[in-house]
């Protein structure tokens, strides 16, 4: 909640075929992204998990300084109820010049809202005290066709290898053949993003087998009922949310200012959950 010199307010970047999604935006993540060497003109999207300041004090900058660079594209906003009123409130309150930049601001609350050919984007509400939302990136199935196999069988780079891609059967020299017979399937990746909250129904169910999970973790095992307190999880419950959602690997954030080193916060999960890490400013991670 509080920026400490080592750690700058949440916010994380998905990249993933020329899409930039932004999960929430903490006071100087424009800065952040200029010192990661990412423009912000390339961001398409941004997800919003509620509108507690440390997780949107860097909006009204981040996209300022996009509609300066005249960002040519529609931004699309995603966030809990109360976002299109926030967003009206927050340009009332600077010299904003609207009609630089076009945003589209669509509130969710529950299930899919966003889908193309290779990923959707689904969400389920969580439990913090004010509307919070969790958020999945699901990369879709795709099937990958051998080419050995189809070179074998007289097939040629073109439409008919689209067919099969598809998972449609095609006819060569008047024999049938079948996807399987040339292709495999390569399962999609999942992201899970499990921002401020208790531990609940929902972040269990949002995480369900997670090829990875970024979860909150604001305090250790012994300042549990402060976590009650205050709605957050300790790093401990967030890794019973990866053991049980047979989780592949989790990645905590959103640590109390009162830890130096996340290594002790690192220590309180790996009782339960082995692969685990606590997220540094500029981590990178690839899937
Ligand atoms: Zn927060
Ligand atoms: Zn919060």
Redesign the pocket.
């Given at each position: 909640?509080v920026p400490t010199k080592e750690r700058n307010h949440?916010s994380i970047l998905i990249s993933y075929k020329g899409n930039n999604m932004l999960v929430d935006c903490g006071e100087g993540t424009q800065r952040q992204l200029k010192i990661a060497g990412i423009s912000a003109s390339k961001i398409t999207k941004i997800l919003i998990t509620h509108w507690?300041g440390?997780?949107v004090l860097g909006l009204p900058g981040l996209i300022q300084t996009m509609a300066a660079s005249d960002y040519d594209k529609v931004l699309e906003v995603y966030g809990p109820n109360g976002t299109k009123e926030k967003f009206k409130h927050m340009f009332d309150a600077f010299e904003f010049d609207q009609n630089k930049m076009y945003i589209e601001i669509k509130e969710v609350r529950s299930g899919v809202f966003f889908e193309n050919d290779d990923f959707l984007l689904e969400t389920l509400p969580l439990e913090h005290g004010v509307e919070t939302l969790g958020y999945n990136f699901i990369e879709k199935d795709k099937r990958k066709i051998e080419m050995k196999k189809a070179k074998k069988l007289g097939l040629k780079e073109g439409p008919m290898l689209g067919k099969l891609q598809d998972g449609k059967s095609v006819v060569i020299e008047g024999k049938k053949i079948n996807p399987d017979e040339v292709s495999y399937i390569v399962g999609g990746k999942k992201i899970s993003f499990v921002s401020?909250t208790l531990p609940c129904k929902n972040a269990y169910k949002l995480s369900e087998n997670a090829d990875l999970l970024i979860s909150e973790a604001t305090y250790k095992s012994e300042l549990e009922e402060k976590g009650e307190a205050y709605n957050h999880m300790t790093a401990k419950q967030a890794a019973a949310i990866a053991n049980k959602s047979n989780v592949k690997e989790l990645i905590l954030t959103?640590i109390s200012a009162r830890y130096k080193d996340g290594k002790e916060v690192e220590e309180d999960a790996r009782d339960v959950f082995e692969n685990v890490r606590v997220a540094y400013d500029m981590m990178k991670v690839k899937l």
């Open positions: 909640m949440s507690h440390d997780h401020d959103h």
